[in-house]
């Protein structure tokens, strides 16, 4: 019975783990593309930076 309680918690341990890293690479995943979209919006290639 200690050895199903221990696998048990030792489960529900590992399953807590897999939640957090699943939560983290989704903010990951939002932020790159949050990046991503700010790159491209200031590196709008039609802008012309040069001053005559």
Known sequence: MELED???SSRDG???????ME??????K???AKMIEE???TSDVSTN???D
Request: hydrophobic residues 30%.
């Open 39 to 41: 790159l491209n919006l």
């Open 6 to 8: 221990n696998l048990d």
């Open 49 to 51: 930076y040069e001053s």
């Open 30 to 32: 939002e932020e790159k």
């Open 14 to 20: 590992l399953e807590q783990k897999i939640e957090q």
């Open 23 to 28: 939560i983290k690479y989704y903010r990951a």
